[in-house]
């Protein structure tokens, strides 16, 4: 028998950790390598990619527009004046679990039996996690998980 619990912990952990990069990068929005909305898309992307949450967190990026009046002359301005509107984008993010995604990973967790031909556990004692790594891939072996 397995006990997967170890998968949970190690989701959770994951998880923590990309929710927290994630608000670590929300200041860092809109300034140097992060201007442009492909720059923040890849570095989400990525961090999610490291972390293992690709389909466990959601995110959106917003974009708003700000506005700027300029004067086209390095002069005093007067009231008769005309200025050039200009504006950039401003990005912000946002970001959270999704549901449903962790309920379906959910149900890999528990106790479920391996079946194999190899005598590869003495009596009386439990399979543990390097058991696991090590039958995992010989060709022979047969995993049942009941979903």
Request: net charge positive; with cysteine.
């Amino acid at each position: 028998m397995i006990h997967f619990s170890v998968l949970f912990s190690t989701r959770i952990r994951r998880l923590e950790q990309a929710l927290e990069e994630l608000r670590a990068l929300q200041p860092k929005l809109n300034r140097y390598k992060l201007k442009q909305r492909q720059q923040i898309q890849q570095r989400i992307q990525e961090i999610l990619k490291n972390r293992h949450c690709q389909t466990l967190i959601t995110y959106e990026i917003h974009t708003t527009r700000e506005y700027q009046h300029l004067q086209p002359q390095k002069v005093r301005p007067t009231p008769g004046a005309t200025t050039q509107v200009t504006w950039k984008p401003i990005f912000s993010l946002s970001f959270g679990i999704n549901q449903d995604a962790l309920r379906e990973a959910e149900k890999t967790d528990g106790v479920f039996p391996l079946i194999t031909s190899l005598p590869i556990y003495p009596e009386n004692r439990p399979c543990t996690l390097q058991d696991t790594h090590d039958v995992r891939h010989r060709p022979f072996l047969y995993r049942h998980r009941t979903i």
